[in-house]
């Protein structure tokens, strides 16, 4: 109940399409959904957040669409360049403890790779 | 202004030594996460702390890892009796009161041989 599931697993997309790569959940207590980016030997970095209340979320070539009653959501990179190579995590936050969000759940990741 | 940061960022430990992992979380954060991410997989939740309490251990295993975040100073995971089993890269987030995001350092690789 406290898993995020992803995928696919890798994907690999010509420069100038879109990737898209999706995540399902179970826990109905969770009320945040992040999707971070990570290149080899760094840290992630947060890209795009969505609560459930909105079923979209834009921001530049990155989209978020959210399925509150089918319990998933994407992530849609628009016109991917090579730059876009990393790997992709979605997650999610089960509960707000007074104050502050708490703890991420992570999906696997999905490794991403544009082809010039 | 700087960014979470961690040290050191790369450890390596014999079986059975200590391993001691900082934090410094952003500034104006009070909020410090641990996760833990193996090779090939995503980042698993340790530990939630504030300053001087721990708000949720459930992640941390039993024996042998504990996290403290003091009044002053870093926040510090400590793995005693290292295993071959912890090598991993293990991340530290700080967020601020009241709000959602987390964000993340660099990342601690640790290394048992």
């Known amino acids: 109940q406290q898993q995020v599931k992803q995928s696919p697993q890798s994907l690999i997309v010509q420069k100038g399409g879109i990737s898209i790569i999706n995540c399902a959940y179970e826990n109905t207590a969770f009320d945040y959904f992040p999707w971070y980016q990570q290149f080899p030997g760094k840290g992630p970095a947060l890209l795009i957040a969505i609560r459930p209340d909105v079923s979209e979320k834009k921001e530049g070539r990155f989209t978020i669409s959210f399925n509150k009653s089918a319990k998933q959501f994407s992530l849609h990179i628009m016109d991917s360049q090579p730059g876009d190579s990393a790997t992709y995590f979605c997650?999610?936050?089960?509960?707000?403890?007074?104050?502050?969000?708490?703890?991420?759940?992570f999906g696997k990741g999905t490794k991403l790779s544009v082809k010039p | 202004n700087a960014g979470v940061m961690q040290n050191p960022r790369h450890l390596v430990r014999r079986r059975g030594q200590e391993a001691r992992l900082r934090c410094s979380p952003m500034k104006g954060h009070s909020h410090v996460y641990w996760y833990r991410q193996l090779p090939e997989e995503g980042l698993k939740f340790m530990v939630y702390?504030?300053?001087?309490?721990?708000?949720?251990e459930s992640g941390m295993p039993k024996e042998r890892f504990s996290a403290e975040f003091p009044k002053e100073g870093p926040s510090i995971l400590r793995i005693q009796q290292v295993v071959r089993g912890d090598s991993a890269a293990y991340f530290c987030?700080?967020?601020?009161?009241?709000?959602?995001?987390?964000?993340f350092g660099p990342g601690t690789r640790l290394l048992v041989l």
């Open positions: 987030a700080s967020s601020r009161w009241g709000q959602e995001t987390q964000y």
């Open positions: 997650a999610a936050s089960p509960e707000n403890y007074g104050g502050s969000q708490g703890n991420l759940i």
């Open positions: 702390l504030q300053k001087e309490n721990i708000i949720d």
